[in-house]
């Protein structure tokens, strides 16, 4: 069965947390998200836009293409600071 692409998503980033030894928390606070947003996101729950996918890559110095193939990186880059304006349209899940 082909797996869908927010499985293939999820998947890619809890291999990249375990492999990085982060809890759900701590990847949730580099992406900018909630923990239960986060934990939606490894089971496949939620759709994110490509942007979004993006953004979330870039956050963890990842190719997006990484996540989506399970591929996992070694070095766990410094934390990004998000701007104040990161979220502008509000999405839902994001800290501010």
């Known amino acids: 069965m082909r797996k869908t692409l927010r499985g293939r998503?999820?998947?890619?980033?809890?291999?990249?947390?375990?492999?990085w030894g982060?809890?759900?928390?701590?990847?949730?606070?580099?992406?900018?998200v909630t923990p239960r947003y986060l934990a939606?996101?490894?089971?496949?729950?939620?759709n994110v836009t490509l942007d979004t996918f993006d953004e979330y890559a870039g956050f963890l110095g990842l190719?997006?293409?990484?996540l989506l193939s399970g591929e996992v990186h070694d070095e766990l880059p410094a934390v990004r600071v998000r701007p104040d304006d990161a979220n502008p349209k509000g999405r839902r899940g994001s800290r501010q």
Not at 9 to 19: F, K, S
Not at 40 to 46: H, I, P, S, V
């Open 22 to 32: 982060l809890t759900q928390e701590q990847l949730a606070e580099r992406i900018g």
């Open 63 to 66: 190719d997006a293409g990484a």
């Open 40 to 46: 939606a996101l490894e089971r496949g729950e939620r």
């Open 9 to 19: 998503l999820g998947e890619g980033l809890r291999a990249q947390r375990n492999h």
